[in-house]
T-cell receptor, first 111, second 118 residues
């Protein structure tokens, strides 16, 4: 079963704006990962944040993790039309890499 | 970077036939691979964990006789949808993680297979 809940389900913004999406989960984790999926395609890994980390950056992406609240957020700054995609959080609570995915946030960035 | 190749990308089959989907790790070894199913506009649902040299571990509600998994080598896992029916039509995605790296590493995903059963 899915562990994570994400909000919002959908987000529509204009180029240049920031996009923030949130993920909540239920159990203790080793790490939390964010992925991106373009329509009908496979998933692309964005960022992995370990349970002992609180914040991580990669280019225009910023991820936070609050293990006390069992929640994470993904911020995309200065969004571009090419950022249009679905974004999923996934938690890893095992030693063999089994991921449980959130429901996903569909982001549309209009020029 | 690490690549997972999934084949075929699209397949259309008749009801009652079987379809095999391959998932290969191209430049790393994976003792464990994962198979997911995704319905339109929904998230990925884990179907099973494929273990090299041993039986797959299926998630609750997934029929192991319906979705046969074979992981015969460290770089190849296959999913066979047996006696396919229209309700099996879906997007199937595999993933793998480099077995030689630690637990806190990313998973790599195949491109997915769009199965349509007519």
């Amino acid at each position: 079963s899915q562990q994570g809940e994400e909000d919002p389900q959908a987000l529509s913004i204009q180029e240049g704006e920031n996009a923030t999406m949130n993920c909540s989960y239920k159990t203790s984790i080793n790490n939390l990962q964010w992925y991106r999926q373009n329509s009908g395609r496979g998933l692309v890994h964005l960022i992995l944040i370990r349970s002992n980390e609180r914040e991580k950056h990669s280019g225009r992406l910023r991820v936070t993790l609050d293990t006390s609240k069992k929640s994470s957020s993904l911020l995309i700054t200065a969004s571009r039309a090419a950022d249009t995609a679905s974004y999923f959080c996934a938690t890893d609570a095992t030693s063999w890499g089994k991921l449980q995915f959130g429901a996903g946030t569909q982001v549309v960035v209009t020029p | 970077g690490a690549v997972v190749s999934q084949h075929p990308s699209r397949v259309i089959c008749k009801s009652g036939t079987s379809v095999k989907i391959e998932c290969r790790s191209l430049d790393f070894q994976a003792t464990t691979m994962f198979w997911y199913r995704q319905f339109p506009k929904q998230s990925l649902m884990l179907m099973a964990t494929s273990n090299e040299g041993s039986k797959a571990t299926y998630e609750q509600g997934v029929e192991k006789d319906k979705f046969l998994i074979n992981h015969a080598s460290l770089t190849l896992s296959t999913l066979t949808v047996t006696s396919a029916h229209p309700e099996d039509s879906s997007f199937y995605i595999c993933s793998a993680r480099d077995s030689l790296t630690g637990r806190n590493t990313e998973a790599f995903f195949g491109q997915g297979t769009r199965l349509t059963v007519v």
